[in-house]
């Protein structure tokens, strides 16, 4: 059921900031493109990840994040996976981990793109539902 590879369910432009970055241009991001998690990468490479939790569990002003460094706060031990690894994979680490989203990266670290719980429950909706159902439900709503 959860057979195919991670690249074609990930989402392949994936918003990212640096270490150097602040909170508040990473709080900016998560409100404005409705996300939970960014990747923070040093030219291509993976080097940690922050989420909307990171910055919540601070509880600082909007005008304190201006002045605090993502790599200050980020996660530096993130679980990756490859493109090329099952869904099933996904939905391990999300799961024996407690996550929602997972890096996917090449053999140099380098960010290839992120797979979310979302992406997974969106995945297994489709297969469950024909659209023309969804459709339906949505028209008739």
């Known amino acids: 059921m959860m057979n195919e590879l991670v690249h074609a369910h990930m989402t392949k432009d994936v918003v990212t900031l640096q270490p150097n970055s602040t909170l508040g241009e990473a709080r900016d991001i998560l409100i404005g493109k409705h996300i939970h998690h960014i990747p923070i990468v040093e030219g291509k490479k ?7 939790w990171d910055i919540f569990k ?19 031990r993130v679980a990756t996976l490859d493109p090329d690894q099952h869904l099933g994979a996904v939905a391990d680490v999300l799961t024996r ?11 140099d670290n380098e960010l290839l793109g992120i ?13 469950e539902y024909p659209e023309n159902l969804e459709k339906f439900v949505i028209e008739n709503m």
Do not use: C, Q
Request: glycine fraction near 6%; charged fraction near 25%; aromatic fraction near 6%.
């Open 46 to 52: 993976l080097v940690g990840m922050v989420t909307s």
């Open 58 to 76: 601070l509880g600082k002003s909007v005008e304190e994040y201006k002045s605090i460094k993502v790599g200050d706060v980020m996660t530096r």
């Open 115 to 127: 797979i979310t719980s979302t992406d997974i429950i969106r995945y297994e909706h489709s297969k």
């Open 97 to 107: 981990h407690l996550f929602h989203a997972v890096p996917i990266v090449n053999d």
